[in-house]
């Protein structure tokens, strides 16, 4: 495998258990989000799934580095998705036991841009939780746009801070409204969705970001949980 690594998966399981939800955060490899203490009385199981080369496995096409000297972005979400589905999956789930019956994705910067093309990419997850996004990405919302979206049934949480449309790189001063129209895109589709601003720039919050993203997916999975079933 050349980008997710489902060898380092950590498993913060559940209250309900090992065949209830599970909600996959899309992890740094060798910088990880701390994540362990965030997942304490949630009813869905978190794994968290670390990948290699950041910048190059969560990007949905090639583009230029966001700052002067950086290299290009590979744009290999395509395969990073291919390889979570078929393998990394499979094995995160075996591995710990898990029947998922339901799934989520969820990340933060890059990782909430991926999480994103693979809710709207697969029919696999129930949910997403797009934190801090990096939405400003070229091209991303005409690509959005263009998708033939069926999202009924399906739930999405997209969070950004209100400061972080301030960054000097020109790029992102669109982020904020970038998301509000991604939030708008997915409603339309017949998403469930929400959309928060809170406090702080992109490197600010991050677990308070996490703490909201990750209940908001488990309240939704609790509330389909205890839905009365169609007789």
């Excluded at 009385?41 to 090639?62: N, Q």
């Excluded at 790189?169 to 339309?188: F, P, S, T, W, Y």
């Amino acid at each position: 495998m050349k980008y997710v690594r489902p060898d380092l998966a950590v498993c913060y399981e559940g209250t309900v258990g090992r065949t209830g939800p599970v909600i996959y955060v899309i992890d740094m490899s060798g910088r990880p989000f701390e994540i362990d203490d965030l997942c304490a009385g949630l009813a869905a199981t978190v794994v968290a799934i670390p990948v290699e080369e950041w910048d190059d496995s969560l990007t949905p096409w090639p583009a230029p580095g966001l700052y002067p000297g950086d290299p290009d972005f590979a744009g290999d979400a395509d395969r990073t998705l291919k390889e979570l589905l078929d393998t990394a999956l499979p094995v995160v789930d075996d591995h710990f036991g898990l029947v998922p019956s339901q799934r989520a994705i969820c990340g933060y910067s890059l990782a909430g841009l991926f999480a994103m093309y693979a809710f709207v990419h697969s029919d696999t997850f129930a949910a997403a939780g797009c934190l801090s996004a990096s939405v400003w990405y070229e091209g991303w919302l005409d690509h959005l746009r263009s998708l033939p979206l069926e999202l009924s049934g399906k739930f999405a949480f997209l969070s950004i801070g209100s400061q972080e449309r301030e960054a000097p790189e020109k790029i992102l001063h669109r982020v904020q409204d970038n998301m509000e129209a991604c939030a708008g895109i997915l409603h339309q589709a017949g998403c469930e969705t929400r959309f928060e601003v809170g406090p702080g720039n992109h490197m600010q919050y991050a677990r308070e970001r996490f703490i909201a993203g990750l209940g908001a997916i488990d309240a939704f999975f609790r509330q389909e949980r205890s839905a009365p079933r169609p007789s």
